[in-house]
């Protein structure tokens, strides 16, 4: 692999690297025929009005033609002999068709119209190709958002190094106002951090010692050392890139139809422009000059190039328009297929919940109080890693409660802890475990705790209960506003949880979910999405992209909520919400529902005006010049201008 001296500053040679090859592709080629076609476009622009002056207004018709067939020459070649070559090989293109009525032209004497018919045509294959540049220069901006060096730890030294040169392990030192190079893990410094660039978010995020920070975000206003984990070409911004620029590859359905469509449709439009030529000369006696020229503007009509792009365009504009909102959608296909979601389901925990419980009350019995009572729930659950036992222990924490000496510590998955505490037995866990150790609890106190949604743990010793914990698992802040915006747009809302029945009942009274299922396991889940599947049409799964994982492979449609930094969530799921941001599942469904209406607008303009042109052009009221110039280049832009304002909103 040659080595790529682009705008690092110094010579890259590692293979496959994102930041690198997306570069080359623009810069190095794409950029550059850009600029020479622009040149061929001016000095064919030029001559033409040249000939078209000597045509009309002077004597000099001779000249006037060898300028249009200059003007062919220079921007013609390629139309020409692409078209020559397909036909060749049995394939009737586009190019062909152009290249049949450019001759045919000059054939009956309307070089003028010849030479327009190849230039305009140039045009519109510029622009249908600069909107294809744009959608790879918003994949190359996604790739200028993580910088090319970094300033790294080095025997004591501060070294400044390509990113590709930096090895997981190093330290790296950013200062204020600097953008990230590689993800990494924080180990000294606190500063804000603007992660809008990876997830949308409009907020800095405060990131202190043990934190991760990701290639391409901003520190804001303090120092940082992180200490890298990832390479550069496996940082997050890279998987985004290469995905984004996969799913600009893969075709909706819509797409794939105009697809198959075009093929057959060229040949038929070449036979239909013969019958026009042929017929009403031979049988009706009728000029044939007249209708030749007819028939060749039937073919420049009926070129595809607007139908063709109009779908693709419109769906690349879509997904990086997405990407740039930290949503990765995996193809236009599932753009194309979101709007119809007729139900939603949500995973509870970490989808409708912030998925980290805090403790909101301490109640003690008998002759413990509130703080003895937390302090045993602490020192037991210090020594367990369940979601349940981190918010006690962090409770106990922030009250500046102090942890004691637990021995004969033991574990009953799912139930509970047990262990010794200064030689007194204690028991943390749920109703289940205190049944099978057959000590007595209130089940009063433990129903009215769930009725309200949180979720409640026994403390007691071995004869009795010393006090009950109260947790619970706060809603996101979006959900509320997100469930009603659904419900608005006509869509069931629907939600799965491994919870108990009255705690799901109350997160989904107060969030006004549709139907909700409770103490599910991940197989219960999947069972319930395909349950729905088959009484609606369409169904969606929410969800944290590794646990939901079963549940989202039987949905039409999985969503992973918060991917930073998952590369299971990233890779799994159809469509990844990069933030803990609910709000973005109205914004896919109304940006679906946005693209496709773009796409049907582009498709039945296309048809509605290339359709008129061609039946005012039977009795010959439209010349080639009106044919490339408005049913061509002129629809075609349209059609591109229309799909950028998708992208803008």
Known sequence: MQKNSDKHGESCSTEGCSFCSTGDIFEGGSEESMRKRKKIIAASGFLLVIGLYLEFFTELRLIAQ??????????GRDIIKNGLKSALKGHLTINFLITIAATGAFAIGHGEEGAAVIYLFFIAEFLEDYSAERARRSVTSLMKLA???????????EVILNVHEVEVGDIVIIKPGDRIPLDGVVIKGTSSVNQAPITGESMPVMKTAGAEVFAGTINEEGYLEIEVEKKSDESTISKIIRLVEDAQKEKSKTEIFIDRFAKSYTPAVIGFALLVIIVPPLIFGEPFIEWFYRGLVLLVISCPCALAISTPVSMVSALTSAAKNGVLIKGGSYIEEIKNARVIVFDKTGTLTRGKPDVIDVIALNKYSDEKLLQIAASLEAKSKHPIAEAIVRSAKERGVELLEVSKFESVAGKGLRGKIDSTPFFIGNRNFFREIGVDFSEEVLDNLEKEGK??????SDSHVVGVIALVD???????????????????????????ERVARAIAEKLDIDEYRAELLPEDKAKAVEELRKKYDHVVMIGDGVNDAPAMAKAHIGIAMGAIGSDIAIETADIALMHDDISKVVHLLDLSKRTMSVVKQNVVAAILIKGSLAIFALPGYVTLWLAVGIGDMGLTLAVILNALRIGRR
């Open 147 to 157: 910088p090319e060096t970094a300033t790294v730890k080095r025997d004591g030294k």
């Open 455 to 460: 979720t409640a743990v026994f403390v007691g």
């Open 66 to 75: 060898i300028i249009f067939l200059s003007v062919v020459a220079i921007s």
């Open 474 to 500: 706060r809603i996101r802040k979006d959900s509320q506003i997100t469930v009603k915006e659904l419900k608005n747009r006509g869509v069931k809302t629907v939600m799965l949880t491994g919870d108990n």
